[in-house]
């Protein structure tokens, strides 16, 4: 009859209204899921950069740490060299002050 044909078409017209919702709602679901990847991903190549900056700063630590090794022992090579020269240069005093006091012994003769 026509009340149930009218109910049928409001019940159809609720449907539809419904079945419009749940397609807006899942385009938006859509959407926040794309941001969510699309930030997803953003982070992973943060993250990708963060380690490899690391690993680049951890490696730099270590050539950095070799260097002072070698600068240390380099400072004590040549520590030991002035002090053979400091040694030295007080032999060559000491002769030459032994050479000139003979000089002047035998030239008082």
Same mark, same amino acid.
């Given at each position: 009859?026509?009340?149930?044909?009218?109910?049928?078409?409001?019940?159809? #017209?609720?449907?539809?209204?419904?079945?419009?919702?749940?397609?807006?709602?899942?385009?938006?679901?859509?959407?926040?899921?794309?941001?969510?990847?699309?930030?997803?991903?953003?982070?992973?190549?943060?993250?990708?950069?963060?380690?490899?900056?690391?690993?680049?700063?951890?490696?730099?630590?270590?050539?950095?740490?070799?260097?002072?090794?070698?600068?240390?022992?380099?400072?004590?090579?040549?520590?030991?060299?002035?002090?053979?020269?400091?040694?030295?240069? #007080?032999?060559?005093?000491?002769?030459?002050? #032994?050479?000139?006091?003979?000089?002047?012994?035998?030239?008082?003769?």
């Amino acid at each position: 009859t026509q009340s149930e044909t009218v109910d049928a078409v409001e019940s159809m #017209r609720a449907g539809t209204a419904d079945v419009e919702t749940g397609v807006e709602l899942a385009g938006k679901a859509e959407h926040s899921l794309s941001d969510i990847v699309s930030s997803y991903v953003t982070v992973n190549d943060m993250v990708q950069q963060i380690a490899t900056a690391a690993e680049e700063q951890s490696t730099s630590a270590v050539e950095i740490a070799r260097h002072i090794e070698s600068i240390a022992g380099t400072s004590k090579s040549v520590s030991s060299g002035i002090q053979e020269i400091a040694r030295s240069a #007080r032999e060559l005093a000491q002769s030459a002050e #032994r050479m000139h006091a003979e000089v002047s012994r035998l030239g008082a003769r």
